[in-house]
């Protein structure tokens, strides 16, 4: 076979398991840091590409192309080589097998989440100071009528922080099993080429339908509260109406961080995870 069968990569993910179990607390941290900052390279890159799309190409091709473009963060995270919280849920495949310690794993879990929020934030700094959010803007316009770049930000997190629980907690669902199959497609995958054509349409997908991801959205909605209180958008926010009070740090855990999160690892952890292990893993009992 050109590439490895469906249960060679669950026997691959048992010692994938125990290595990022394993790794030492600094490595950890730094690795998370990276991951957070690719998943945020790789959804400012989708914002900038939504804006004023949708008005020329219309609403399902500009969340194609939305998609298209985020996936170069998770290629970033495999190939370069990053500890993605989402991606990590399929540590329960090597705990389920009881190769890695149920212990280990919750560890690596809430180092890394912590770590990926702390590059995600990093690199909204960056984005802020660097003003690309004002691409679009046009001189003496309200920047509703420029189409800047920000208008588009700010609409991405004002809808993400006025999901109901159960409808962000089912979009983590959504999400979490395309990310965590776009992993294992590109462990299927012993070349580059290969791994990429493995990520790039399962973030696509997940992306273009509307899914939450926990990791993602610790970039679009920071930035979101960033520009809320930016002085030269106070005419702006000032037209969004109720929606734009949800958008607090508040807002942004209670509304969206909490519910996404569990629910991506439910699709992770369970419907890729422990399925592929029950499936492939997982002595028959005579």
């Given at each position: 076979m050109a590439f490895n069968s469906p249960a060679k990569?669950?026997?691959?993910?048992?010692?994938?398991?125990?290595?990022?179990?394993?790794?030492?607390?600094l490595k950890m941290l730094l690795l998370g840091i990276l991951a957070g900052a690719y998943i945020g390279f790789g959804a400012e890159l989708c914002t900038m590409v939504l804006t004023g799309t949708q008005?020329?190409?219309?609403?399902?091709?500009?969340?194609?192309?939305?998609?298209?473009?985020?996936?170069?963060?998770?290629?970033?995270?495999?190939?370069?080589?990053?500890?993605?919280?989402?991606?990590?849920?399929l540590m329960t495949i090597g705990a389920s097998a009881g190769e890695v310690k149920w212990l280990a794993l919750l560890k690596n879990w809430v180092v890394v989440f912590i770590a990926n929020f702390i590059g995600s934030l990093l690199l909204v700094y960056i984005?802020?100071?660097?003003?690309?959010?004002?691409?679009?803007?046009?001189?003496?316009?309200?920047?509703?009528?420029?189409?800047?770049?920000?208008?588009?930000?700010?609409?991405i997190a004002i809808g993400k922080v006025n999901l109901s629980w159960?409808?962000?907690?089912?979009?983590g669902i959504g999400c979490n099993w395309l990310v965590c199959l776009a992993v294992w497609l590109a462990a299927a995958a012993d070349d580059i080429i290969g791994k990429i054509w493995g990520i790039f349409f399962p973030i696509m997908a997940f992306v273009a339908s509307g899914f939450e991801h926990s990791v993602a959205n610790m970039y679009f909605v920071p930035m979101g509260i960033v520009l809320k209180n930016d002085p030269s958008l106070a005419e702006y926010v000032g037209t969004l109406g109720s929606k734009a009070d949800a958008l607090t740090w508040g807002g942004f855990l209670g509304n969206n961080l909490i519910p996404v999160t569990l629910g991506n690892i439910v699709g992770g952890a369970v419907f890729v995870g422990m399925i592929y292990f029950l499936v492939y893993l997982k002595k028959s009992e005579k």
């Open positions: 990569i669950a026997e691959n993910f048992i010692g994938v398991g125990k290595a990022k179990g394993s790794l030492p607390f008005n020329t190409l219309g609403l399902g091709m500009s969340k194609l192309f939305g998609g298209a473009v985020f996936s170069v963060g998770l290629i970033m995270v495999v190939i370069a080589g990053a500890e993605l919280f989402t991606g990590n849920n984005m802020y100071k660097s003003n690309l959010w004002k691409t679009g803007f046009v001189a003496g316009q309200c920047p509703i009528e420029g189409g800047a770049c920000a208008n588009t930000a700010l609409g159960s409808e962000a907690f089912y979009r």
